[in-house]
């Protein structure tokens, strides 16, 4: 069932849960539009239908064949054929594209007069419940934007209403998701947003700051949530026309270090808006690693970085085929450990020790410095050179 949270009348008080339950709407629709149509998502997401809410591999490859069509579609009905049988999508509800709802029909034998009625029937119920889900979707942004704007600029008052305003315990945990556009336009992302998280968190606020939109959701589904917005990713590069990066943060407790999960979300959402593909996700712990702070760093600077410390080494293993470079990667791997090390690479240790002095005659770097083996092993990551695996391409 999708669950949306909607203000009452108390504006301190929990948000009412309004809930759209489109699989009641199938049961009184009764058979045949019931038993051969698919309420489905721009997402991909099987929200209806004969065998929903389980699916398994083959019907989840169907509908995101069947979401693909729709995406594509510059006007519904539309008929497609998939798995061998011909399906007729018809809107149910909400703006076409990655965040609205079609139905897809699959009558056997035929598509008769009145299965047709009974199924634009159902189209059109499916579509007035979506409605309804919108408006409340619609009156919760204003208790959401409250708090997004709180967390984002410091306001500590309105913030701590959030366990009030969700109906989550006072020391409940939540998750921070951002999205972005580039080049903006397209889906409404506070839908899409909605779409991709409420399935696996509800109650969620959403809200805009500085030209980003935020979810914040109670702890419950962080584990799938990343996992869930990756699966459908193929599916979300269809129906859009920019990239869409999206952060999620770890989990933050409430108070005042729940802002800190608005801008690990936005950290997260930066380091994805580098990575390539038409959808991007990166979690807050994957922003806390080297990779994150080295894919900060323009390219070039990278380049110059990595050329500096190992052109001299590279150039010598061309001329001269020293292997002084893959030493050195495995010098830092073993942790500076000179028996380790030799024995890693099948060489005496004087060998090696031969090797690492030439390594610092050439680069006018010493090799027992901590700072200097951070400088070297970034340089190398940098160029993708790792232990055990020599040079890029080899």
Known sequence: MQVVTVRVADPAGPLATVAADPAALFTLAGPPAASHCWLLSGTARLLAGPGAPAADELTVRLAQRLTRAYLAASALPVTVRAAGRDFTLLAAGGRAGPAGWFLACAPDGGWPGELGEHATELAASLAFERARLDVARRAAREAGQRIVTALAT????????????????????YLAVALALDPPGGPDLAELAAELTGPLASPFLTGEHDGETFAVVPLAGRATLAASIRAAAPVLAAGLRGKLSVGISDPHPEGGRLAGALREARS?????????????????????THAALLASVPSDVLSSFHDRLLGPLLRYDQQRGAGLVPTLAEFLACSGSWQACAARLYVHVNTLRYRIRRIEELTGRDLASLDHQVDFWLALETAGISAGHGLPGE
């Open 154 to 173: 410091g306001d500590p008052p309105v913030a701590a209403a959030l366990p009030r305003v969700t109906g989550q315990p006072a020391d409940g945990s």
């Open 268 to 288: 997260a959402r930066r380091l994805a808006g580098l990575r390539p593909g038409r959808v991007a996700v990166v979690t807050g712990t994957e922003a806390g």
